[in-house]
């Protein structure tokens, strides 16, 4: 063993052991060998080294995608005069946190589409540009229909909170009867957090330790009218975590999952997290603490690079208070102009 160690690695095992002679005359006179066969056990580590093998390729394709989009940028930047009318509205747009090819691809496509010229007064341009953000900013309300709500996403961005000012929403305001599960068993203190929720409310909650037990909870909750899922806050760059959380979604059926994500998180990092979350099946999205930042371009540029609809934002801590249902319209000016004044307080409570 020490023999093959050395020479296959300290994965190697052995397959077969027999007896043999060598041939010839001189085979029968002298005692038998022993062969010896071996190989790698490729079933040790494969799993650590597959993961790794996905978060390499997962970065490269990340990197691949970021110089396309530089190359982008730097093509239609030729075409984008830094003396006419729209230049200025590029630099307003970045400003806010606009990712540049997203903003000059906007600009492009007014230019294109409506050929205004240089003369164009700029409550015309800003008009044009309100209306292209809209277009790029996808908004759906709840369907009627929907019976489970999944909310997933990184750590820190509030998914409790947000659940917990939804379900009282749907308790105090819409006389819903909602139950709870939750399967953030990690973060410690989470499962009080919600329980403490959910007495407020009288909401019944389940706690889902593993996927095995995911049935018996929603057999539990079956005669509810919406059931909230909360989901332990997983890390973007960490492939093993983010396919544990699948585990546990692919035993929720025809669930309406959304990516929770803060509108302060860096352009670099909500790219990370919309591509490694795909493969939870996210279809909705919620952006949290748009009370805490003044610069709003992250919520266009993430419509924008995953096309799919906002339903929800949330503008501060109290609960159930300080939520709103996403508006393109009053979203876009708030990325043109950074005006917070629409956002307001106690939004459902009102």
């Keep these: 063993m020490q023999q093959i160690k050395q020479e296959l690695g300290p994965d190697a095992i052995i397959i077969q052991s027999r007896k ?26 494969s799993q650590a080294k597959l993961a790794a093998l996905e978060q390499s390729w997962q970065q490269e394709m990340g990197e691949l995608k970021q110089l396309v989009n530089q190359l982008l940028a730097h093509q239609q930047k030729q075409t984008i005069s830094s003396k006419g009318p729209y230049f200025t509205y590029l630099q307003q747009l970045v400003a806010q946190g606009v990712e540049t090819h997203v903003a000059q691809a906007l600009l492009m496509e007014i230019e294109q589409e409506y050929e205004l010229g240089d003369n164009i007064k700029a ?13 790029y900013l996808p908004t759906e309300k709840l369907p009627a229909a929907a019976k489970i709500l999944v909310f997933t996403g990184p ?15 749907f308790v ?20 009080e957090q919600l329980r403490t929720y959910a007495a407020i409310t009288e909401i019944p909650i389940e706690v889902v330790i593993t996927p095995k037990n995911m049935q018996a909870a929603l057999e539990k909750l079956a005669g509810l009218d ?3 899922v909360d989901t332990a806050g997983r890390s973007a760059k960490n492939s093993m975590q983010v ?10 059926p025809a669930a309406e999952v959304f990516l929770v994500l803060s509108v302060t998180t860096k352009a670099k990092d909500l790219h990370l997290i919309t591509e490694r979350f795909r493969k939870v099946g996210y279809n909705r999205l919620i952006f949290t603490k748009l009370d805490e930042t003044a610069n709003f371009g992250a919520i266009l540029n993430t419509t924008y690079a995953t096309g799919l609809p906002l339903t929800y934002l949330t503008t501060g801590q109290n609960v159930p208070d300080d939520l709103e249902e996403a508006d393109r319209e009053k979203i876009a000016q708030l990325i043109l102009r950074g005006e917070q004044s629409w956002i307001r307080r106690n939004a459902y409570g009102s």
Excluded: C
């Design 20 to 45: 043999v002679r060598q041939k010839g005359i001189w085979g029968f006179l002298r005692p038998p060998k022993v062969e010896i066969t071996a190989a790698v056990d490729s079933a040790a580590g």
């Design 123 to 135: 409550e015309v341009l800003e008009l044009m540009l309100s209306k292209k953000i809209q277009q």
């Design 155 to 169: 750590t820190g961005v509030g998914k409790t909170t947000t659940l917990a000012k939804l379900a009282a929403h």
């Design 172 to 191: 105090l305001t819409e006389k819903k009867r909602v139950g709870m599960i939750t399967i953030d068993t990690y973060r410690i203190g989470a499962v």
């Design 226 to 228: 919406l059931i909230l």
């Design 243 to 252: 396919a544990e959380l699948n585990s546990f979604l692919t035993q929720l």
